[in-house]
């Protein structure tokens, strides 16, 4: 089974720590951490313009992509994949 990444774009720091702690909570198992990540939007060179990931990697169907993305959207968040 291949491993998927989901990435879920959230509005600041905070969001995406309360994301990660719920994923954590919700999924419990031999899949890492979600990892947290800052992005600079592009063109963007203040500090405060950026957004933070939520990175999680897993075989397919470890995740619900719907359960994602309501989790996101609760934060003012949406979930990607790659």
Request: glycine share 6%; net charge negative; hydrophobic share 40%.
């Amino acid at each position: 089974m291949t491993d998927v990444r989901h990435i879920l774009v959230l509005p600041d720091r905070d969001a995406a720590e309360e994301v990660a702690e719920e994923l954590t909570r919700r999924f419990e198992g031999p899949h890492g951490e979600p990892q947290l990540v800052r992005e600079a939007l592009a063109g963007e060179d203040d500090a405060e313009d950026a957004q933070w990931l939520v990175v999680l990697e897993a075989p397919q169907g470890h995740y619900d992509p719907k359960l994602l993305d309501v989790l996101a959207d609760e934060y003012d968040g949406w979930l990607e994949w790659d």
